[in-house]
C-alpha cells in the first residue's frame, strides 16, 4: 500500500486537486455532511474572481513549441477568413473529420493576431455547461471533441461569450463531421457551425519540408533528380494533411538526409503505413476485414470491396465455414452489426480514401492513397498472423467473380506466397479444388506471378509440372490459364510444353471439353500478344501437332484459322521474308483445309488474304508463295478449295489466284513467278 502523505506534503494534494469547491483531506478519519472531528483539516478553495461553480478541470497549456511549429507549418484552409469572423462573437464551432487538420486550423485561429500567446486545450469529457476560462493570461480555449455537444443549450453559450468576453478570450469548439450535424447544432445553439476543409496536399508538404530544411536548394535538388511523377506518387488528390506532413517527413530523413530515392522514399512510407494499418485491426474483425479487401479489390467499385469484406466477416466468424455471423472483439455479431462503423472512419483508420467522380467515366471505387501499402501488408500479415494464411486462401477461392476481381485476387494469392517463400503455395492445391468455378483461375494467376520470383519460383514452377499431368480437372484447367501471357510470367517454350502435356493428358479423357477449350484459348491469347519471334515458337510447335494423332493435331486444326485471321499484314512480311514459318504456315494451312471441321474456317481466311493482296504488290507476291507451297503439298484439302473457287460466283475474291494454281496442279508443274 503507497504511503500516505503527511505534513506539508498535503498542501501539494490540496493544490493538485484546484478547482473542486471543498476538498477535505482525512488520513484514518470519517468523512460525513455533519460536523467533521478528529485528526483532520478542511481546506476550501476559492474560485477565481468572476469565475462559476464547475467540476474538476481537466485542461492544460498547448505546449508554446508545438503551437510555434504548428504556426509557422500552417497552410490556411479555404475556410480560415470566415472561422475569424465568426470567432469574433468568442465561439466557433469547426466541423471536419479526424486527420485533416482540424486541430492546427483550431490553434490558428485562437493564436491569430498575436506573437507569443497563451492557448489552453480542454479536455472533451468537461462539462462545457459548468465550464468557465480562468481570470486573465489566456488568449484562447481549444475544446477538441467533446463527449456530448448536445447537452449544451443556446443558454450555455451565452454565459460563456460574456465569461469570455470579460477576460479577452476565445474558444474553438471541434467536432467529427457526420452528415445533419450541422445543422442540427445550427438549430439548437442559435450560431453558425463552419465546415474545415482541407488544404491542399502539396501546399501542407512545401511548408513542412521548408520548415525542417534550411537548404532550400538541396530540398529543389532532390526533388529534380527524382523519377517522374513522383510528386503525383507522393501526394495523391486528396492526401489528408496529416499524411502530407509525413510525406515531407520521409523526404527530410530518408530523401536528404539518408539518400533515398524518391521511389525508396514511396516505399518507406507505404510500409510504415501498413504496418500501423494492420496494428490499428487488432481485436476488430470488421477493420481487418476492410483492410484485406481493399488490399486485394483496392480501384474497384465501393461495393466490391464492401460484399467481399463481409464475406471474409462470415468466413472468420464460422471459424473458416461460409455462415452468416463474424466474430468481434467484444462476442458474436452479425456481420450487420460489425459493419456499422461509417466508411469514412474505416477509410480514414486505414489510410484510404473514396474516390468519386461523375459523367460518362463514372466511378466510386476505394482504394489506399499509396497503392504499395497492400505489397508491404501481406508481408506483415504472413509474418506476424500466421494463422490468418488459410483462411485468406479460403476467402479468395470464391464465390465466384468477374474477371478483375479473380486477377486481385490470384495477385494476393501470389503475394503471399511470395512472403512466405512459397511455403504458402502448399495451400493453393485445396484454392484450386475449392467448389468455386473461378477458383482454378485463381490459383492460375497464382502461379503465373509467382513463377518470375525468385523466393517462390521453384515451387510454382514445380506445382505447374505435376498439375499438368494430375486427374483432377481443376488443377489441369489451373495449369493452362498460367499459360496465358497476360496471366503470368510463364515463358514461351515452358507454356508449350505444358500446353502439349495437358492434351496428352486430356486424351485419355476425351469428355474434357473445358480443359482443351481452355488450352486453346491460351495458345491463341499468347499468339495475339506476343512478338514476332514469339509467334514463330508457336507456328513451329503446331507444325510438329500436325505430325501426331488426337487431340494436339485437332487443336492445331481449330486454332490456325483464328491465328491466321489476324493482321494479314504480319502474315505477308513473315511469309515473305521467314523460310521456315512460311513452310508452318503452308503445313498448318493444308492441315486445317483437311480437317472437315475446320474446312470453312480455314477456306474464308484463304479467301480474306486473297481479298487483301489485290491490289497490294507485296501481299500479294506473299500470297502467291503461299499458294505454290499448297500447291507443291498436293493436300486434298486445298485441291477442295481451289475447285470450291472455281465454282464460285465471279465476284469471288482470288479468282484469277486459284485458277493459276489448279493449272499448275493439274498440269503437275510450278507455277511461273511473275515477278
Not at 486537486?17 to 460536523?35: I, K, S
Not at 494451312?589 to 483437311?594: D, E, I, P, Q, S
Request: aromatic fraction near 4%.
Amino acid at each position: 500500500m503507497s504511503e500516505i502523505p503527511r505534513g506539508d506534503d498535503l498542501d501539494a494534494v490540496v493544490a493538485a486537486l484546484a478547482g473542486r469547491e471543498m476538498v477535505v483531506v482525512a488520513p484514518h478519519g470519517t468523512v460525513n455532511t455533519g460536523v467533521v472531528t478528529g485528526d483532520q483539516r478542511q481546506t476550501v478553495s476559492t474560485l477565481p474572481e468572476g469565475g462559476t461553480a464547475t467540476g474538476p478541470m481537466r485542461q492544460g497549456p498547448v505546449r508554446a513549441k508545438y503551437l510555434k511549429t504548428a504556426r509557422r507549418r500552417f497552410v490556411p484552409p479555404p475556410c480560415f477568413q470566415d472561422a475569424l469572423a465568426a470567432l469574433d462573437s468568442g465561439i466557433a464551432v469547426l466541423l471536419g473529420e479526424p486527420g485533416t487538420g482540424r486541430e492546427t486550423h483550431a490553434l490558428n485561429l485562437l493564436a491569430h493576431g498575436s506573437e507569443e500567446p497563451v492557448l489552453v486545450q480542454v479536455d472533451g469529457a468537461v462539462n462545457l455547461s459548468r465550464w468557465g476560462p480562468r481570470a486573465q493570461g489566456v488568449q484562447g480555449y481549444l475544446v477538441m471533441e467533446p463527449t456530448d455537444p448536445f447537452a449544451l443549450r443556446a443558454w450555455d453559450l451565452s454565459r460563456m461569450e460574456a465569461l469570455l468576453a470579460e477576460v479577452g478570450a476565445r474558444l474553438v469548439i471541434v467536432l467529427a463531421d457526420a452528415p445533419g450535424l450541422a445543422g442540427t447544432l445550427e438549430d439548437r445553439l442559435g450560431m453558425p457551425v463552419l465546415r474545415h476543409h482541407p488544404p491542399d496536399p502539396r501546399k501542407v508538404f512545401t511548408a513542412h519540408l521548408s520548415d525542417g530544411c534550411s537548404d532550400e536548394e538541396a530540398c529543389a535538388q532532390w526533388l529534380r533528380a527524382s523519377e517522374p511523377g513522383l510528386l503525383d506518387e507522393l501526394l495523391p488528390e486528396g492526401l489528408p494533411p496529416r499524411h502530407a506532413a509525413q510525406v515531407a517527413e520521409a523526404v527530410l530523413r530518408q530523401g536528404l538526409a539518408g539518400g533515398a530515392s524518391g521511389a525508396e522514399v514511396v516505399r518507406h512510407l507505404a510500409q510504415v503505413e501498413a504496418c500501423e494499418a494492420v496494428a490499428r485491426t487488432q481485436a476488430d474483425p470488421a477493420l481487418l476485414a476492410h483492410l484485406l479487401s481493399i488490399s486485394v479489390y483496392g480501384g474497384l467499385h465501393r461495393s466490391v470491396v464492401m460484399e467481399r469484406a463481409g464475406d471474409f466477416l462470415r468466413l472468420e466468424g464460422a471459424g473458416g465455414e461460409q455462415a452468416p455471423v463474424a466474430r468481434s472483439a467484444h462476442g458474436d455479431h452479425s456481420v450487420g452489426d460489425a459493419c456499422q462503423r461509417p466508411l469514412c472512419d474505416t477509410m480514414r483508420l486505414l489510410g484510404a480514401h473514396r474516390v468519386q467522380r461523375s459523367g460518362e467515366d463514372t466511378t466510386d471505387t476505394v482504394t489506399f492513397f499509396w497503392p504499395a501499402v497492400s505489397q508491404f501488408m501481406w508481408k506483415v500479415l504472413c509474418r506476424d498472423h500466421t494463422n490468418l494464411v488459410p483462411l485468406l486462401h479460403t476467402w479468395l477461392a470464391g464465390p465466384d467473380h468477374e474477371a478483375d476481381q479473380i486477377e486481385r485476387a490470384g495477385r494476393a494469392v501470389a503475394a503471399m506466397a511470395v512472403a512466405t517463400g512459397g511455403r504458402s503455395l502448399e495451400l493453393l492445391r485445396d484454392l484450386a479444388l475449392a467448389p468455386s468455378l473461378s477458383a482454378p483461375e485463381v490459383a492460375a494467376w497464382c502461379l503465373g506471378t509467382a513463377v518470375h520470383d525468385r523466393a517462390a519460383a521453384q515451387t510454382a514452377a514445380d506445382l505447374l509440372e505435376q498439375w499438368s499431368v494430375a486427374s483432377e480437372v481443376p488443377l489441369r484447367k489451373a495449369v493452362a490459364y498460367a499459360c496465358h501471357s497476360d496471366r503470368g510470367r510463364v515463358e514461351e517454350e515452358q507454356a508449350l510444353r505444358l500446353l502439349q502435356r495437358l492434351m496428352e493428358t486430356s486424351a485419355d479423357d476425351p469428355d474434357d471439353l473445358s480443359v482443351i477449350t481452355t488450352i486453346e484459348a491460351a495458345l491463341v491469347q499468347r499468339f495475339a500478344a506476343g512478338n514476332s519471334r514469339a509467334r514463330a515458337t508457336i507456328l513451329c510447335r503446331m507444325h510438329d501437332w500436325t505430325e501426331s494423332d488426337g487431340i494436339p493435331s485437332l487443336l492445331a486444326a481449330l486454332i490456325f484459322p483464328v491465328m491466321a485471321s489476324m493482321d494479314f499484314a504480319w502474315w505477308s512480311d513473315r511469309i515473305h521474308m521467314d523460310a521456315d514459318l512460311a513452310a508452318s504456315t503452308v503445313q498448318l494451312a493444308g492441315h486445317a483445309l483437311n480437317e472437315s471441321i475446320t474446312f470453312v474456317d480455314m477456306r474464308d481466311v484463304l479467301l480474306a488474304w486473297c481479298s487483301e493482296a489485290d491490289g497490294a504488290e507485296h501481299r500479294a507476291r506473299a500470297l502467291s508463295e503461299l499458294l505454290d507451297g499448297l500447291v507443291a503439298a498436293r493436300q486434298p484439302g486445298f485441291l477442295r478449295w481451289l475447285l470450291a473457287v472455281e465454282r464460285g460466283p465471279d465476284a469471288m475474291p482470288g479468282k484469277e489466284s486459284a485458277a493459276r494454281a489448279l493449272a499448275v496442279w493439274r498440269s503437275n508443274t510450278p507455277t511461273a513467278r511473275t515477278d
